[in-house]
């Protein structure tokens, strides 16, 4: 009789299967979020230590007196307290006419570059930072970041302290991301 003899169905055949591809399926997903995650993680490593590396520059800059270039964008202002060039002093000029101006809406910042020495290069007045990770043209690239400084501050402490923020953007697979340190010099 053929009623003692066990096999497999073809109902069982295809659950094992689907039940194998449901694991591999599993597997496959837990591996490429896995790695995502991985390469976000490095790239915002990279990007906090892009944001040291400029606050760190700004302010060599700062202790060295070091050359402002604006093209116009800050009146005279030529270096940071002017004892080296005779010109206008950076610690003089309160950063709320073309740009760092808190009051307009959207608010309107001052972006500079900042090179190896800590020499300032001003920008442009661009404005909102808010929660886009958006940067003026012109910002250094360190590709795949893109770097900036922000200079603000206000009426009251102007001639004793700027706010410095630095701002690292970058782009990957999951969309638009940034880095943001900020950080308060006083004049010394």
């Known amino acids: 009789m053929l009623s003692d003899e066990k096999g497999q169905s ?19 997903f837990a591996t490429i979020a896995s790695l995502r995650n991985a390469s976000f993680s490095k790239n915002q490593a990279q990007a906090t230590k892009l944001a040291q590396e400029g606050i760190e520059r700004v302010r060599t800059g700062r202790d060295r007196n070091k050359v402002i270039t604006h093209g ?23 950063i709320n006419g073309n740009c760092g101006n808190l009051q307009l809406a959207p608010p309107v910042y001052c972006f500079f570059n900042v090179d190896n020495e800590g020499k300032l290069a001003y920008l442009t007045a661009y404005g909102p930072i808010s929660s886009q990770p958006t940067l003026p043209p012109g910002v250094e690239s360190i590709p795949p970041f893109s770097r900036a400084v922000v200079i603000s501050d206000d009426t009251t402490t102007s001639g004793v302290q700027k706010t410095v923020t ?10 638009p991301h940034e880095s943001r340190l900020t950080t308060i010099l006083r004049k010394i």
């Open 10 to 28: 073809l109902i069982e055949l295809v659950v094992v299967v689907a039940v194998i591809v449901i694991v591999v399926g599993a597997l496959t």
């Open 72 to 94: 116009g964008g800050l009146g005279s202002v030529i270096s940071w307290d002017g004892n080296n060039l005779g010109q206008g002093k950076f610690w003089d000029y309160l």
């Open 166 to 175: 630095v701002i690292v953007t970058w782009k990957d697979v999951s969309g």
